[in-house]
T-cell receptor
Framework: QKEVEQNSGPLSVPEGAIASLNCTYS??????FFWYRQYSGKSPELIMF????GDKEDGRFTAQLNKASQYVSLLIRDSQPSDSATYLC????????????????FGKGTKLSVIP | DTGVSQNPRHKITKRGQNVTFRCDPI?????LYWYRQTLGQGPEFLTY????????KSRLLSDRFSAERPKGSFSTLEIQRTEQGDSAMYLC?????????????FGEGSWLTVV
């Protein structure tokens, strides 16, 4: 059974601070890793994906991947109240080309609250 | 790019009734997925189509659940003899084979309440 673990939170950070969201996964065969943001009552919205060890930056967001530790994280710099949402980590076996598993396994999500 | 479209957005039905949800994927995407999400949980994979072929359906929750994708365009998810435990948000997603990471994009979801 493939598992993706996230702290459910809530994680509270003050406006302007860095929010750090963490995720661990059980399947060593996993190759692609995704972060989705989900506002209450809405559907998941893709933030970014990562497939190589190291950091990947996109605006205020940085994803970090460590396959040896089976760990992926998302940093949000200069957090804003509009970032308050649940952040879902998702994992699949497919590589960068999209070959392999089509199925994403999601964690339960971490609820982030950014305090003005 | 109009995104993934789902309807109805909300459905309230009595236990034992059948319900059907429709999904129109992003136009150039050939892969289509159905997920289910309950409160406090992440989305749970149900089934997958590549073009018109349903390549994975073993994760459908029971034989009351079925999905189709005629002609590889829109898809429908049907739940027969609904039960209260079927109350959830049903998410459709699509992706383009060969795209980086096979990134999938979700529709707005269809909320089902069984009373």
């Amino acid at each position: 059974q493939k598992e993706v673990e996230q702290n459910s939170g809530p994680l509270s950070v003050p406006e302007g601070a860095i929010a750090s969201l963490n995720c661990t996964y059980s399947d060593r065969g996993s190759q692609s890793f995704f972060w989705y943001r989900q506002y209450s009552g809405k559907s998941p919205e893709l933030i970014m994906f990562i497939y190589s060890n190291g950091d990947k930056e996109d605006g205020r967001f940085t994803a970090q991947l460590n396959k040896a530790s089976q760990y992926v994280s998302l940093l949000i710099r200069d957090s804003q109240p509009s970032d308050s949402a649940t952040y879902l980590c998702a994992v699949n076996e497919g590589g960068y080309s999209g070959a392999g598993s089509y199925q994403l396994t999601f964690g339960k999500g971490t609820k982030l609250s950014v305090i003005p | 790019d109009t995104g993934v479209s789902q309807n109805p957005r909300h459905k309230i039905t009595k236990r034992g009734q059948n319900v059907t949800f429709r999904c129109d994927p992003i136009s150039e995407h050939n892969r289509l997925y159905w997920y289910r999400q309950t409160l406090g949980q992440g989305p749970e994979f149900l089934t997958y189509f590549q073009n018109e072929a349903q390549l994975e359906k073993s994760r459908l929750l029971s034989d009351r659940f079925s999905a189709e994708r005629p002609k590889g365009s829109f898809s429908t998810l049907e739940i027969q003899r609904t039960e209260q435990g079927d109350s959830a948000m049903y998410l459709c997603a699509s992706s383009l084979e060969g795209s980086p990471g096979n990134t999938i994009y979700f529709g707005e979801g269809s909320w089902l309440t069984v009373v």
